[in-house]
T-cell receptor
Protein backbone atom coordinates (compact mmCIF):
# COMPACT_ATOMS: atom_id res chain seq x y z
CA UNK A 1 0.00 0.00 0.00
CA UNK A 2 0.93 3.64 -0.28
CA UNK A 3 2.79 5.49 2.46
CA UNK A 4 1.55 8.65 4.12
CA UNK A 5 3.56 10.29 6.87
CA UNK A 6 2.57 12.82 9.50
CA UNK A 7 4.75 15.05 11.57
CA UNK A 8 4.91 15.44 14.47
CA UNK A 9 3.53 12.30 16.11
CA UNK A 10 2.94 14.02 19.45
CA UNK A 11 2.55 17.66 20.41
CA UNK A 12 2.10 19.13 23.85
CA UNK A 13 1.65 22.87 23.86
CA UNK A 14 0.41 25.71 26.01
CA UNK A 15 -2.99 27.26 25.49
CA UNK A 16 -2.90 30.13 23.00
CA UNK A 17 -0.07 28.81 20.85
CA UNK A 18 -0.42 27.62 17.27
CA UNK A 19 0.50 24.13 16.16
CA UNK A 20 1.32 23.02 12.64
CA UNK A 21 0.88 19.41 11.52
CA UNK A 22 2.32 18.16 8.23
CA UNK A 23 0.95 15.37 6.08
CA UNK A 24 3.02 13.94 3.25
CA UNK A 25 2.32 11.31 0.63
CA UNK A 26 5.70 9.64 0.22
CA UNK A 27 5.36 7.51 -2.85
CA UNK A 28 2.52 9.02 -4.83
CA UNK A 29 1.07 12.39 -5.71
CA UNK A 30 -2.13 13.31 -3.97
CA UNK A 31 -4.23 16.12 -5.38
CA UNK A 32 -6.64 15.56 -2.52
CA UNK A 33 -5.89 15.03 1.14
CA UNK A 34 -8.29 14.84 4.04
CA UNK A 35 -8.02 15.92 7.65
CA UNK A 36 -9.85 14.02 10.35
CA UNK A 37 -10.21 14.37 14.05
CA UNK A 38 -10.85 11.47 16.38
CA UNK A 39 -11.89 11.53 20.02
CA UNK A 40 -11.28 8.52 22.25
CA UNK A 41 -13.41 5.51 21.32
CA UNK A 42 -15.18 7.47 18.61
CA UNK A 43 -15.01 7.26 14.86
CA UNK A 44 -13.20 9.56 12.51
CA UNK A 45 -14.76 12.95 12.01
CA UNK A 46 -13.93 14.59 8.70
CA UNK A 47 -12.83 18.17 9.25
CA UNK A 48 -11.90 19.29 5.78
CA UNK A 49 -10.90 18.25 2.30
CA UNK A 50 -7.65 19.74 1.11
CA UNK A 51 -7.16 20.24 -2.63
CA UNK A 52 -3.78 21.05 -4.12
CA UNK A 53 -3.62 24.61 -5.36
CA UNK A 54 -7.03 25.67 -4.10
CA UNK A 55 -8.86 26.44 -0.88
CA UNK A 56 -9.84 23.63 1.43
CA UNK A 57 -13.46 22.60 1.79
CA UNK A 58 -14.51 22.56 5.43
CA UNK A 59 -17.23 20.41 6.94
CA UNK A 60 -20.12 22.03 8.72
CA UNK A 61 -19.21 23.19 12.20
CA UNK A 62 -15.45 23.31 11.57
CA UNK A 63 -14.00 26.80 11.93
CA UNK A 64 -11.81 27.59 8.94
CA UNK A 65 -10.02 30.41 10.78
CA UNK A 66 -9.22 28.05 13.62
CA UNK A 67 -7.99 25.15 11.51
CA UNK A 68 -5.95 26.55 8.64
CA UNK A 69 -5.21 24.14 5.85
CA UNK A 70 -2.64 24.61 3.12
CA UNK A 71 -2.01 22.16 0.29
CA UNK A 72 0.88 23.79 -1.47
CA UNK A 73 2.21 20.79 -3.37
CA UNK A 74 1.06 17.42 -4.64
CA UNK A 75 2.71 15.65 -1.72
CA UNK A 76 2.20 18.00 1.23
CA UNK A 77 -0.76 19.36 3.15
CA UNK A 78 -0.51 21.20 6.46
CA UNK A 79 -3.05 21.78 9.20
CA UNK A 80 -2.41 24.64 11.59
CA UNK A 81 -4.43 24.75 14.79
CA UNK A 82 -4.38 28.44 15.64
CA UNK A 83 -4.56 29.71 19.21
CA UNK A 84 -5.02 26.19 20.51
CA UNK A 85 -7.14 25.58 23.60
CA UNK A 86 -7.55 22.47 25.75
CA UNK A 87 -10.74 21.50 23.88
CA UNK A 88 -8.63 21.19 20.71
CA UNK A 89 -6.76 18.30 22.30
CA UNK A 90 -7.43 15.32 20.09
CA UNK A 91 -5.97 12.81 17.66
CA UNK A 92 -5.60 14.40 14.23
CA UNK A 93 -5.27 12.09 11.24
CA UNK A 94 -4.63 12.97 7.64
CA UNK A 95 -5.19 10.80 4.62
CA UNK A 96 -4.27 11.05 0.99
CA UNK A 97 -6.40 10.01 -1.90
CA UNK A 98 -4.69 7.54 -4.20
CA UNK A 99 -6.25 7.39 -7.66
CA UNK A 100 -3.69 5.09 -9.25
CA UNK A 101 -4.88 1.72 -10.43
CA UNK A 102 -8.37 0.46 -11.09
CA UNK A 103 -10.10 2.24 -8.24
CA UNK A 104 -9.30 4.86 -5.72
CA UNK A 105 -8.71 4.54 -2.06
CA UNK A 106 -7.54 6.60 0.84
CA UNK A 107 -4.38 5.91 2.84
CA UNK A 108 -4.01 7.29 6.33
CA UNK A 109 -1.06 8.86 8.03
CA UNK A 110 -0.09 7.58 11.49
CA UNK A 111 -1.85 10.47 13.21
CA UNK A 112 -0.77 13.30 15.49
CA UNK A 113 -1.80 13.43 19.13
CA UNK A 114 -2.26 17.00 20.32
CA UNK A 115 -2.48 17.89 23.97
CA UNK A 116 -3.12 21.51 24.85
CA UNK A 117 -2.43 22.45 28.44
CA UNK B 1 -28.36 12.19 4.71
CA UNK B 2 -25.52 9.79 4.03
CA UNK B 3 -24.86 7.31 6.81
CA UNK B 4 -22.90 4.17 7.55
CA UNK B 5 -23.91 1.92 10.44
CA UNK B 6 -21.74 -0.82 11.84
CA UNK B 7 -22.73 -3.67 14.10
CA UNK B 8 -22.06 -4.94 16.60
CA UNK B 9 -20.46 -2.01 18.43
CA UNK B 10 -18.24 -4.31 20.39
CA UNK B 11 -17.36 -7.99 20.36
CA UNK B 12 -15.29 -10.25 22.59
CA UNK B 13 -14.31 -13.71 21.33
CA UNK B 14 -11.75 -16.38 22.03
CA UNK B 15 -8.81 -17.23 19.81
CA UNK B 16 -9.83 -19.56 17.02
CA UNK B 17 -13.38 -18.22 16.77
CA UNK B 18 -14.80 -16.85 13.52
CA UNK B 19 -16.35 -13.39 13.57
CA UNK B 20 -18.57 -11.51 11.15
CA UNK B 21 -18.71 -7.73 11.25
CA UNK B 22 -21.54 -5.89 9.58
CA UNK B 23 -21.71 -2.59 7.76
CA UNK B 24 -24.84 -1.11 6.23
CA UNK B 25 -24.79 2.06 4.20
CA UNK B 26 -26.88 4.75 2.64
CA UNK B 27 -24.56 6.80 0.48
CA UNK B 28 -25.47 9.18 -2.33
CA UNK B 29 -24.28 7.90 -5.71
CA UNK B 30 -22.35 5.13 -4.02
CA UNK B 31 -18.93 4.37 -5.50
CA UNK B 32 -17.28 1.90 -3.16
CA UNK B 33 -17.00 0.61 0.37
CA UNK B 34 -13.75 0.34 2.26
CA UNK B 35 -12.75 -1.59 5.34
CA UNK B 36 -9.98 -0.45 7.68
CA UNK B 37 -8.36 -1.85 10.80
CA UNK B 38 -7.41 0.61 13.53
CA UNK B 39 -5.18 -0.37 16.40
CA UNK B 40 -3.51 2.31 18.46
CA UNK B 41 -2.67 4.57 15.59
CA UNK B 42 -4.38 5.58 12.36
CA UNK B 43 -6.46 3.14 10.30
CA UNK B 44 -4.78 0.74 7.91
CA UNK B 45 -6.46 -0.23 4.69
CA UNK B 46 -7.92 -3.73 4.36
CA UNK B 47 -10.29 -3.94 1.40
CA UNK B 48 -12.04 -1.86 -1.20
CA UNK B 49 -15.29 -3.27 -2.58
CA UNK B 50 -17.04 -1.94 -5.63
CA UNK B 51 -18.81 -4.91 -7.18
CA UNK B 52 -21.65 -6.76 -5.55
CA UNK B 53 -21.21 -10.45 -4.81
CA UNK B 54 -17.47 -10.65 -5.40
CA UNK B 55 -15.54 -11.76 -2.35
CA UNK B 56 -12.19 -10.19 -1.56
CA UNK B 57 -9.81 -12.26 0.49
CA UNK B 58 -6.57 -11.63 2.32
CA UNK B 59 -5.38 -14.47 4.51
CA UNK B 60 -7.95 -15.09 7.22
CA UNK B 61 -9.91 -11.97 6.32
CA UNK B 62 -12.56 -11.78 3.65
CA UNK B 63 -15.23 -9.31 2.70
CA UNK B 64 -18.18 -9.09 0.39
CA UNK B 65 -20.56 -6.36 -0.74
CA UNK B 66 -24.28 -6.54 -1.46
CA UNK B 67 -25.23 -3.35 -3.24
CA UNK B 68 -28.86 -4.36 -3.54
CA UNK B 69 -29.41 -4.69 0.20
CA UNK B 70 -26.73 -2.05 0.86
CA UNK B 71 -24.48 -3.86 3.24
CA UNK B 72 -21.09 -5.43 3.52
CA UNK B 73 -19.62 -8.01 5.86
CA UNK B 74 -16.07 -8.57 7.02
CA UNK B 75 -15.24 -12.11 8.11
CA UNK B 76 -12.27 -13.10 10.18
CA UNK B 77 -11.65 -16.81 10.61
CA UNK B 78 -9.44 -18.49 13.21
CA UNK B 79 -9.09 -15.22 15.10
CA UNK B 80 -5.85 -14.37 16.87
CA UNK B 81 -5.10 -11.87 19.63
CA UNK B 82 -3.43 -9.69 17.02
CA UNK B 83 -6.80 -9.23 15.34
CA UNK B 84 -7.95 -7.16 18.33
CA UNK B 85 -8.68 -3.71 16.95
CA UNK B 86 -11.43 -1.39 15.86
CA UNK B 87 -12.69 -2.23 12.39
CA UNK B 88 -14.04 0.70 10.41
CA UNK B 89 -16.03 0.69 7.23
CA UNK B 90 -16.50 3.72 5.02
CA UNK B 91 -18.84 4.36 2.11
CA UNK B 92 -17.56 6.54 -0.71
CA UNK B 93 -20.08 8.82 -2.37
CA UNK B 94 -20.26 10.09 -5.91
CA UNK B 95 -18.38 13.22 -4.86
CA UNK B 96 -15.65 11.08 -3.28
CA UNK B 97 -16.76 11.90 0.23
CA UNK B 98 -15.85 9.14 2.70
CA UNK B 99 -18.54 8.45 5.30
CA UNK B 100 -17.23 6.38 8.19
CA UNK B 101 -19.17 4.18 10.55
CA UNK B 102 -18.48 4.29 14.27
CA UNK B 103 -16.54 1.04 14.08
CA UNK B 104 -16.74 -2.37 15.69
CA UNK B 105 -14.36 -2.93 18.58
CA UNK B 106 -13.10 -6.52 18.48
CA UNK B 107 -11.27 -8.09 21.38
CA UNK B 108 -9.79 -11.56 20.94
CA UNK B 109 -8.91 -13.37 24.15
CA UNK B 110 -6.08 -15.87 24.33
Amino acid sequence: GAVVSQHPSWVICKSGTSVKIECRSLDFQATTMFWYRQFPKQSLMLMATSNEGSKATYEQGVEKDKFLINHASLTLSTLTVTSAHPEDSSFYICSARDVRGAGETQYFGPGTRLLVL
Amino acid sequence: EDKVVQSPLSLVVHEGDTVTLNCSYEVTNFRSLLWYKQEKKAPTFLFMLTSSGIEKKSGRLSSILDNKELFSILNITATQTGDSAVYLCAGVSGTYKYIFGTGTRLKVLA
